[in-house]
């Protein structure tokens, strides 16, 4: 299986869509309740496929079980809500900041849990990355002033809960089908965000006209996009979708200065353009015979580098000469 660092990303850049399709429920509806909907309206859709997707959920060992309860609970649900309180309890700048440490906690629990180790040329595209990211995200990189603490705390907690999704997906992805994967996600994900209502007190209801952009939303950047998410990660280091994953913000930026109205600094085009640079340059090296990510470890599921899943060997079978692999 040829690896899909490219695949990651193009799902990625379809998460950047959200915010065109968000906007007609901007200042209608709380986030607790547009999250909500986003689940029900997916796992309506994907009824069907629910029934199979819970027999291959029982028949997981407790560990892949857990990984899924996170993954649909934590990264889908909580790491939203924890994110959007950031923004509303501080200034927007925090939560920016914090975000930037996610691609680092990918990296550290990739190689706890996955095996995954980097070769030296990774730094190559890695820094170049989360610079651009850095410049991407304010208009002066050099005036940055994050306050308040508990904002940057909760940002903090959805950048942990976001990149261990990451990692948790590549190694759920080992024993399951993405199709699998995905119904799991929103499944487990129903349950958690009607919690997160409850918390904060949001309303459940919505009107006809807002059916019509939460549709939109759930099955373009939500189910689209994670159904290409998971297919490129059954065969992307968990190390190099996070990075992939930066294709979000930047399609986001290119959405917000072409349809709705924004504008970008010199710096922040720049920081774009490197962006695009670095992962499309790490999808090509990965592409080749001596890809910057390995695996020395245990392969996901706990079997050793290179074990089949139910699609076929793995990316780290020896006859592809590249390893196996992020809400």
């Known amino acids: 299986m040829r690896d899909r660092t490219w695949l990651v990303a193009a799902a990625a850049a379809i998460w950047g869509t959200d915010a065109l399709l968000r906007k007609p429920l901007a200042g209608q509806l709380p986030s607790a309740t547009v999250v909500f909907w986003e689940h029900l309206i997916v796992v309506l859709v994907l009824l069907p496929w629910l029934p199979a997707a819970g027999k291959a959920f029982r028949a997981l060992d407790w560990r892949s079980r857990s990984a899924l309860l996170v993954i649909g609970a934590g990264a889908s649900a909580v790491g939203t809500a924890l994110f959007t309180q950031a923004l509303r309890l501080g200034d927007p700048v925090t939560p920016l900041v914090m975000q930037k440490l996610q691609p680092v906690i990918a990296l550290v629990t990739a190689a706890v849990l996955l095996g995954e180790r980097l070769r030296a040329g990774y730094w190559a595209y890695a820094v170049p990355a ?15 002033r994050p306050r308040a603490a508990s904002a940057a705390l909760l940002a903090f907690g959805a950048a942990v809960l976001w990149a261990v999704g990451t990692v948790l997906g590549r190694l759920v992805s080992a024993e399951l089908s993405s199709r699998d994967v995905t119904v799991l996600r929103f499944a487990i994900g129903l349950p958690a965000s009607a919690l997160v ?131």
């Open 197 to 327: 209502v409850l918390a904060q007190g949001a309303p459940v209801a919505v009107t006809a006209g807002q059916l019509p952009p939460l549709v939109a939303l759930a099955l373009v950047p939500g189910l689209l996009g994670l159904t290409l998410y998971y297919l490129g990660l059954r065969a992307t280091a968990a190390s190099r979708a996070t990075l992939a994953e930066l294709a979000f913000p930047a399609t986001a930026a290119l959405i917000g200065v072409t349809l709705l109205g924004g504008s970008l600094s010199v710096t922040q085009w720049l920081g774009l353009a490197v962006v695009a640079a670095a992962v499309t340059a790490l999808g090509l090296r990965e592409s080749g015979h001596r890809p910057v990510v390995e695996l020395t470890g245990a392969a996901p599921g706990g079997g050793r580098a290179g074990r089949p899943g139910p699609d076929g060997p793995a990316a780290g079978d020896p006859a592809h000469g590249r390893p196996s692999r992020p809400s």
């Open 130 to 144: 989360l610079a651009g990211a850095w410049l991407m995200s304010f208009p002066d990189p050099f005036e940055v």
